[in-house]
């Protein structure tokens, strides 16, 4: 039988409509639950939000509604903006529903039952944004909340408490017997030495705040909101009801125990990812809380970085959110995920910029996979007839697809899933390498190279459906199309990213554009955004933000070039994006008859075939001194015929005095990425 995974979301607060920061982690844990399926686990997924508290019901008085209606106006954003995410969730929880309710009213009677709940006194700093007690030790300067950088406020209150220190030393031990317990590794010490530093009992009742949970047999207090909200993950499941079958399949079965101390245990995986800010509450509460009531404890709790935007935390109180659906309708959904698992080191914080989106999109999508599908689809149809190959020959690929795939299942393992796609890029970086030595386009009539040529484009057609069966958990959409295009099915389960999937004589009808190039001074001035990203540039969901900044930041037209210092004419940068240039392998190179000064360079730039340049550099350079070098070209500039031979664009040397010096990227890239 396969094996149970079960991987949780946070529950998102309805105090605002959903921002990329919620969306990173839906998707991260979207990516996670579509691979383990591959995997061939028995998978489930849930996320939901965290209805009650007191945000919520100041977010509803501010809007003159009721809290619940003003929660059932949040929540009716996510179903679709999901369902255009591509998000697999099989579940979401609300904490407004009565199964949830069910559910905390169980753990609590457990908790009492253990004798782990007394009434006493509370006085402290408090952070209403994140229903939390503070230490002063703990608090910025004037008593600000370290996350929210906002005041907090002395707070007196007799409440219920949880004896949370009578768990120090278990949960020092969990730390310690449990390496995957808290990860990554530097967030488990975090939390080992704030545990070690002594941990107090915890308030987990309010008095006075209506809006929440009544408080089992104490009439006048609500649950507090932590204690609610973290019972979400397995009232989900049924925990508290006759009927819990999820509950047993995926947290604990009854009867499991770890042989006399109480503890229930579960072989499943159970795993929580949460960003950093929350941690606290799920590597410390939330396991004594399970402790207390005899459950098992997450297998896992992973933290991940923030989204900063101008080094701030993108959030709503800091007013710099960045809005899904806008990415989404400009890139589409898959390039969306793509850049957040890709951008972010997980585990680290990672800056948003427009900009940065852009590049990543032509870069990464457009350029490296996109190029290279329809160029390989190109000659395979050009030489076999509209087919793929009818013979694959040896497997010169083969080694390093086999090492691409296995440091890309490790690096899925280990949840690194920037390495993961890494991986798959250096695989695609090697098959257009490959390509390019091979020079299939020179060969495709000779009858006698016929089997040379068909093991090139086989080979590189495999490569790339590999990549594109490993981009399945990360780009759904895109990597169905990709392999479709590529006359290949997506695959069933990771066995699919074996060697050999590639058919032979499979039409390859002609595809739309996988990922059309994006203008990306185009974008960034019709959104109206500064290049390098910031409060300024955030977008409300309703446009209006959109709208307002448009003339904040409208840069002025390029009408006719200013003088600066009485040199150099000014640009705007509109303009100087209309100069696309980009970098070329030179695979070819020769003098042109009668002429001095001219060479004809035959150059690849990331293009189906090659295209010829003609550049002034005869006297400077030796023909076959250029071959295998990487220069710039001016890739949109007009044909023109010079000596007789037509110029496909101009290669951009130095001048110094008479002479050329031809520039050339520091380090090799791809072919074809763009120079600016
Ligand atoms: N309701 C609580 C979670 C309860 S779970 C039992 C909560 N909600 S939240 O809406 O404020 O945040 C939900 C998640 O979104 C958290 O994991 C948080 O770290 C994440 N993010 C919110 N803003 C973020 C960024 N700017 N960047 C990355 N993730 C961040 O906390």
Known sequence: MSSPYYVTTPIYYVNGPPHIGHIYTTVV??????????????????????????????????????????????????????????????????????????????IIARIAAAGDLYVGSHDGWYCASCEAYYTEKELAPGNICPTHETPTEWRSEENLFFRLSKYQDALLRWYDEHEAAVQPESRRNEVRAFVEAGLRDLSVSRHGLTWGIPFPEHAGHTVYVWLDALTNYISALGFGHAEHTLYDRFWAHDGDSDGGTGQRTHAGKRIHVVGKDILRFHAIYWPAFLMSAGLPLPTSVVAHGWWLRDQRKVSKSSGNVVDPGELIEHFGADPLRYFLLREMVFGQDASFSDEAFVDRYNSDLANDLGNTVSRVLTLSRRAFDGCTPPSRGEGPLETAATEAVASYRAAMDDLAFHRALEALWRLLSQANQFLVAREPWKKMKDPDARDEVAETLWNVIEATRIVASGLTPFMPEKSEQVLTALGASVPASVDGLGWGGTGYEVPLPETAPLFPRIDKAVYLADAARPASGGAQGAASPGGAAKKETKSKNAKPKASGAKKAGGESSVIDIDQFFETELRVANVLEAEAIPKSNKLLKLTVDAGEEAPRTVVAGVAKQYQPEELVGKQVVIVFNLKPAKLMGVESNGMVLAASEGDGAVLVRPIEPVTPGTRVR
Do not use: C, K, W
Request: proline residues 4%.
């Open 29 to 106: 844990v979207d990516v996670m639950a579509r691979y383990r399926r591959l995997v061939g686990e028995d998978v489930y997924f849930l996320t939901g939000t965290d209805e009650h508290g007191q945000n919520i019901e100041r977010a509803a008085r501010d809007h003159g509604i009721s809290p619940q209606e003003h929660a059932d106006q949040i929540v009716a954003a996510y179903p679709p903006l999901y369902q255009a995410l591509h998000v697999t969730n099989d579940d979401f929880i609300r904490t407004t529903e009565a199964r949830h309710a069910v559910g905390v009213e169980a």
